[in-house]
């Protein structure tokens, strides 16, 4: 399949099959290499299904079987997965058969052996792995669909002491948003953007949860600007009444009740990449307590987004809302939001930048943020939250909707 | 929230709320102990969302943070999640407070310490966790969402030598389907003949294929007998025309053309119960090798459901299958399908029986299976599949539609 917008023979432009211009992949190797070599990795074993897409545009629904990118000190990455999958990767990977290797069928889910041992022995074999009393192997020991087996099969190659942890390099490369990023975000906004305003009119008393999420589900496959939505990395959330104090719930078959509120939480998806947006209806007059938590929060948004600015501490970020909330009687101990950019199941969140008193990254333009707000009481809830660009005056709103409590009588 | 079906005072019926009494959690817990003894496990470290939700009903979308239910040799278990999840585990997990334990906010991707350390001292510390020169404890090593370093955090307590693979103890339980548990998956399975039946009619040229996937999601959540949708482990997939020839693509906003077929892959779920189904549809009289490939692979089910019978080990069903295709010329490298049941993401499957060469077990009346025949070729691909519950008489077809390609001029 073609390339879009290299100008290089073997690059013609076919901009509907292909997300990026291979030159957006060369740079973006080219920055992971860079901070392989600061920490003297001599290669890095690359296992999140967003850093794989990342690097090399692989995007298959094959991440619940082994499978990983190795990227050496210096050259071209390798991909390793199923023999099955191996076969059509280049639909999606820019990478040519020859730095794709599938393993046997007959290693899948067997209790003796495991594929990251075939993985790690061609990997060895065809030179990507450094192997000796100086070799420095990193690998991704916290990412999702990295299991501890698979960690010591690959151990087991190397040899203690030569496989250490990446600490989310790769997702600190994706931190900051190449203009071509920015413009998937901004899709992938109004998709989320839309989405909300179906899922707002679509709460009802007496229709039932999954009807609404039916809709929103509906809609997120549809997209927005005749460009299509892709799959969330998470569900749409729905906690309502009484369970509204606890953030991960999804849906029931139960109807939607009369003076009751209904927390939402969904996202926007274009070609991998998110934006999750959080809004709270309340069916019927609000209780007091739910109708003054909701103004201290708004007031609180505005104050994070005016703080922040490139060259800013994430943590003043959180204070200039806690500040805020903190006059109201409130405090909220978890984080007030995260990085985003391209996600997968089970996390839209991008594992780097945690908006929370600890978190001294400073902010530049170019990174994107789901500033969060969820107010877990008990057996009462609020949510609200917005996803922002970075730019150089400060945030740009990517699903701008009213910030209020939604009243429905 | 109330308990259905126990019939003592602590559990009046409420069958809405709670998808099965506590009786048949009693009964679950009874036979993973029952196994842990066999093998002398001191505790179970369970990690995969599925074998949560099988032993306590825990239902939630917190499984990309770490969380394990830690069960005793002799005892209740506990669970032991986020602070934020840990607050609301009551909804949906039949435990008491007890017997669940939050983690602190501020452990949440940090890259110095891990929650699975906090997990591992408080289990120790109420005495759930064995430690000393005898100690047995077992972890599901291979699961989803367990990572390498939440493994070395808990083996970092435990001591080398002390930490064992489970072998899937628990997933091995849940093979044979209560008769409950046998309801779920007809609804579900309900809902995945509907749904196929929308997304079929809605395969049209020029239509494209997130449009296809809005219709089906739509159907996934409404459900079926007025009973609801569940989220599916696995999105809708929608290989088409050249891409056919890989199983695992999702979907793009490109249309769908004339003279290309799609296959279609997706479950009905009710209640976190899966039934998946495939189908292949041509737009447009279809190719010779297509057509022929379709009608080996029809014939070649039918024989492997007449294999399909209590006492029968699962590789006969394997073998009748590859007799039939291998008469036509064909075969096919990967197994032909495997045991189903309760699915959360990344994956449906059960991670047990595979339908292969290799698989000795035994089938009995109650398992479920999920027989998925798909032909990946060089630039097309055809897939059918069948989920069945396995009666005493042989199996029982839980999306029954018709078993041809189907052809739309």
Redesign the interface.
Known sequence: MPWPGDGTPDDPTDV??RPFPRAEYRDRLQRVQEAMARHAFGALVVVDPANLYYLTGY??????MPQCLIVPAHGEPHLFTR???A???H??AYLPQSQIHGYP??L??R?DV?PFGWIADRAIEVGLLPVGVDARVA?E????????????ALLSRLGQGHLL?S?ELVNWVRVVKSPLEQDKMRVAGEIAQQTMRIAVDSIEVGR????V???I???????AR??????PA??P?L?TG??A??????????PLRAHEATTIELAGVHHRYHVPLARTVSLGRPSHDLDRCAGAVTEGLQAALERMRPGVPARDVHAAFTEVIGRYGYTK???LGYSIGIGY???W?E?TI?L?P?ETTVLKAGMALHVIL?M?MDGWGYELSESVLLGDDGPERLAPLPQELVVKI
Chains 1, 2 share one sequence.
């Open positions: 509907e099959s995007n298959a629904w094959s991440f619940y023999a099955m999958d076969q059509g990767a639909y999606t069928e007959d899948v889910q209790p495991h690998a020991t916290d990412a999702h669909f990295f299991s501890p087996r698979g960690y010591l942890d600490h039932r949860q999954c009807d999420v039916a809709q589900q509906y809609s997120q496959a549809l997209g005749k460009l299509g939505g892709d799959y998470i569900v959330m906690p009484e369970t104090g606890t953030p991960h719930l999804t849906w029931s078959d139960l101990a978890s984080r199941p089970p996390d969140g594992h945690s929370r600890e969820g877990w």
